[in-house]
Nanobody
């Protein structure tokens, strides 16, 4: 079965940094599009950053220049480096894998989420 396990969340002061990790099991993360989403209380889940199987990245406008998505193929892990954190970054962050199992079949898998709180 496919399993995505997030870690690295916590409490940090504004301007601080955190590094989130997403360990994938049951899939090869480097063969699929991977992403980080977040959901704050009372808001819809939004895409934060994504990386394709060929290494192309994209970011939400609100995090450009502050967040970096990357992956370690040997460890089958995707990372989100978050710098210059702001209170509005507070949310539960979810790892996502978009897997194409056939030419007409695509399925999304989700981790359970990790809490990030930015507060003084």
């Amino acid at each position: 079965q496919v399993q995505l396990v997030e870690s690295g969340g916590g409490l940090v002061q504004p301007g601080g940094s955190l590094r989130l990790s997403c360990a994938a099991r049951g899939i090869i993360s480097s063969s699929n599009t991977m992403g980080w989403y977040r959901q704050a209380p009372g808001k819809q889940r939004e895409l934060v950053a994504g990386i394709t199987s060929t290494g192309i990245t994209n970011y939400a406008e609100s995090v450009k220049g502050r967040f970096t998505i990357s992956r370690d193929s040997a460890e089958n892990t995707v990372y989100l480096q978050m710098d210059s954190l702001k209170p509005e970054d507070t949310a539960v962050y979810y790892c996502n894998a978009r897997v194409r199992s056939s030419i007409v079949t695509i399925k999304d898998y989700w981790g359970q989420g990790t809490q990030v709180t930015v507060s003084s």
